[in-house]
């Protein structure tokens, strides 16, 4: 891919010829140009000569692709920096593997401070357990860590971490020699990411937006909340992405809100609305997530945080306020709490200002067909994360063991939703999994239940469109004239035209189809490589050497 050398200027027109443009304004598009950071036409190759003289830059695609910028619907910016830059743990085959490689990690940190982690999966491991307290403080040099499971619904610590936190032991899901989840897990979490300095944090920051412009996505959601990060964590991201180029970032604060002042003060502090990880209860990895039935390998149903009373009041404050509401629900009990709960405040205030509001579910994994119907009943957004199903659905996967094979086969329903007409929005939940867009979309149309699969089409526009569409607005995430000029330019094969069947799609190269092509995301195929992000306009990621 060739360019012109026109100095960098934010009002710059350009100019892109030469590859294929994907745009449903015109499906066999190979030329576009962007003007003031929007979109300005888009259209063939003969008729690009018209605009060549009066622009200001020409970039040849030399064949590569260009795409809406991906939109990432559920992300932890922080973490997911600190996880790039620490000790990360997801690779770890066994808990053998696991404490080595703690060893190693604290060895060659400097003393004093807190050894932060992630990652760590015991059920892929062949001893199916955590490691013990006192496996953690030989490993660490009686160091203080804290490590996170892979969800971040419960973590183990070494008894360094917990004296400095008084009277944990006191606290609701304090466990002696188990891994701490609810009320002890986000104390010593607080505790742990106290440690993190203000300098430390910026830079896990920047690693994470830079990775995610690599990555050809263009906008970020922030899921924070007080049970998460905390207000300066929060305030400092918008903060940073504002100021450098980047990835735009719009976040979320997971925080009860009960009147016009609560509305206020989230708003002061830039979030779009209250939502994002406001938890009615936990994770099926830690036996959390809250269920009508039990566990298949625990006696007992998960952990509520929030009843459908809560849950109506919040919404029915947010939609007053004219804020967003949203939801972390992911076992069947809580997702049936949180429709009770909205349709509880739809009675309230009317059905018409409640669909209004979008209010959105974050994870919606155990839903059944009156949850599905609900969802689409009451206007909400199902914000979810495919990668999820890739890492631990199927019959011998983490959901199976959790919840038997016949449970575990209605997760993650995405077909359903989307003949319901339920917005779906897709996200990574980054750090739980990485942040992977073309692997996102993939993992949909190979649904582990081939009954759940989607299109490539649709988990395409799920991940590029429906998260601009997650917060409210239907200009972006598409190429067309007048939307903003984020996009993405990629070195692919062969496109392909996706058509459904009656399950799920199957592939077509017919180009009489009149619908824009997308790469071939067959299990095993090469994922497209990421050339150039652009975000308004403005290039944020340029791969080296092209």
């Known amino acids: 891919m060739t360019e ?156 360094a971490l917990l004296d400095l936190v008084p009277g944990v032991t006191d606290l609701a899901g304090y466990h002696p020699d188990a891994p701490l989840t609810g009320d002890a897990h986000h104390a010593v979490r607080a505790a742990a990411h106290r440690a993190v300095t203000p300098r430390q944090r910026a830079q896990a920051q920047r690693e994470a937006l830079a990775h995610a412009a690599s990555l050809g996505i263009g906008t970020l959601h922030e899921c924070g909340g007080p049970d998460i990060s905390d207000e300066e964590d929060f305030t400092g991201l918008l903060k940073l992405a504002a100021e450098q180029p980047g990835p735009r970032v719009l976040g979320y604060w997971a925080e009860r809100v009960r009147g016009a002042e609560d509305a206020r003060r989230i708003r002061e502090m830039g979030a779009i609305g209250a939502a994002g990880d406001l938890f009615v209860d936990g994770s099926l990895g830690s036996h959390t997530a809250l269920l009508h039935e039990p566990y298949a390998d625990a006696p007992h149903t998960g952990t509520g945080r929030l009843d459908a009373a809560e849950i109506a009041a919040h919404v029915a404050a947010c939609t007053e306020a004219g804020l967003q509401a949203g939801f972390h629900a992911i076992g069947d009990a809580a997702v049936s709490a949180v429709v009770e709960g909205v349709r509880t405040a739809s009675e309230t205030l009317g059905l018409a200002r409640v669909r209004a509001a979008r209010h959105r579910v974050e994870h919606a994994e155990m839903l059944t067909p009156a949850t599905v119907a609900a969802f689409a009943e009451l206007g909400l957004t199902a914000s979810v994360q495919p990668a999820f199903d890739a890492a631990w659905g199927g019959p011998d996967g983490m959901y199976a063991r959790r919840l038997g094979a016949e449970r575990a086969a209605t997760l993650n329903p995405y077909a359903a939703l989307l003949r319901a007409g339920v917005p779906l929005a897709f996200g990574s939940d980054s750090p739980v999994t990485p942040l992977d867009p073309w692997g996102t979309v993939r993992a949909a149309a190979h649904h582990r239940t081939p009954e759940h699969r989607v299109s490539v089409r649709a988990g395409f526009t799920a991940h590029t469109r429906g998260g601009w569409r997650a917060v409210g607005r239907d200009d972006g995430g598409v190429l067309v004239p007048g939307a903003p000029a984020d996009y993405a330019v990629w070195r692919t094969g062969d496109l392909l035209v996706q058509a459904p069947d009656d399950r799920v799609a199957r592939w077509s190269t017919d180009p009489r189809s009149g619908t824009p092509g997308l790469p071939d995301l067959t299990p095993g195929a090469p994922l497209p490589v990421c050339l150039r992000t652009v975000v308004l306009g403005q290039t944020v990621y340029l791969r080296p050497n092209e």
């Open 4 to 159: 012109s050398t026109a100095p960098q200027s934010e009002h710059r027109t350009v100019l892109l010829r030469g590859g294929d443009v994907h745009s449903p304004a015109d499906p066999f598009a190979t030329a576009m140009v962007v003007e003031r950071g929007h979109v300005a036409w888009v259209g063939s190759e003969g008729a690009a000569d018209a605009f060549a003289g009066g622009v200001d830059e020409v970039i040849d695609l030399e064949g590569a692709l260009v795409t809406p910028a991906f939109t990432d619907s559920h992300v932890h910016v922080t973490s997911t920096g600190l996880a790039l830059t620490g000790l990360d743990l997801s690779a770890a085959r066994t808990l053998a593997e696991a404490l080595r490689s703690v060893r190693a990690y604290a060895d060659a940190q400097p003393s004093g401070g807190v050894i932060l982690g992630h990652g760590w999966d015991a059920a892929r491991w062949p001893e199916q357990r955590p490691p013990s307290r006192a496996e953690l403080d030989e490993a660490a040099g009686a160091r203080a860590l804290y490590l996170p499971r892979v969800d971040v619904h419960s973590a183990v610590v070494t008894s």
